[in-house]
């Protein structure tokens, strides 16, 4: 499915209507796309990393903790 084509030349000497997409504006668009849902894919990898941190480092002080009780109660 491929972008509708702008042709300049078909204007003759006309000024070419602005809200027309070229082919390499659609591009660019779709390259920006692509950055934002990488951008957001990595955001959200790195988010899920911190909460697995997180909650290790949860059970490793709750164990500690449990330890710790077991030995001054």
């Keep these: 499915m ?3 084509r702008h042709d300049p030349c078909a204007f ?5 209507d602005l809200p027309v997409r070229t082919y390499a504006d659609v591009m660019r668009e779709e390259a920006l796309k692509r950055g934002k849902d ?6 959200a ?4 990393k911190k ?22 109660g």
């Design 51 to 72: 909460e697995e941190a997180v909650a290790l480092i949860f059970l490793f002080w709750s164990s500690i903790g449990t330890h710790f009780r077991r030995l001054t």
């Design 12 to 16: 003759g000497e006309k000024t070419p």
């Design 2 to 4: 491929s972008p509708e």
């Design 38 to 43: 990488e951008t957001l894919k990595l955001i």
């Design 45 to 48: 990898k790195k988010m899920k």
